[in-house]
């Protein structure tokens, strides 16, 4: 095999069929369980550090970083 066969998307298809359903069911039981004591602040306050999170971990799984990363540009500069 050569280094130009080597690449990783078997790796990256394992993660995305199954890593990334078991964090986010991890994610939704300990907020249930933190809303159910009644922190309702807290969930909101997790939620949104968890959107962010997931937000980027969506961009480098696809690969369309440059892409993005250009379109905000494009939104600050015009």
Same mark, same amino acid.
């Given at each position: 095999?050569?280094?130009?066969?080597?690449?990783?998307?078997?790796?990256?298809?394992?993660?995305?069929?199954?890593?990334?359903?078991?964090?986010?069911?991890?994610?939704?039981? $300990?907020? %249930?369980? +933190?809303?159910?004591? @009644?922190?309702?602040?807290?969930?909101?306050?997790?939620?949104?550090? =968890? *959107?962010? &999170?997931? $937000?980027? %971990?969506? +961009?480098?799984?696809? @690969?369309?970083?440059?892409?993005?990363?250009?379109?905000?540009?494009? =939104? *600050?500069? &015009?």
């Amino acid at each position: 095999m050569l280094a130009q066969d080597l690449n990783t998307r078997g790796l990256q298809g394992w993660i995305q069929d199954n890593v990334i359903p078991l964090v986010l069911l991890g994610i939704a039981i $300990i907020l %249930l369980w +933190i809303g159910g004591r @009644g922190d309702n602040a807290g969930v909101a306050r997790r939620s949104v550090g =968890l *959107i962010v &999170g997931l $937000i980027a %971990l969506g +961009i480098a799984v696809s @690969g369309n970083g440059p892409q993005i990363g250009t379109f905000l540009a494009k =939104l *600050i500069t &015009g």
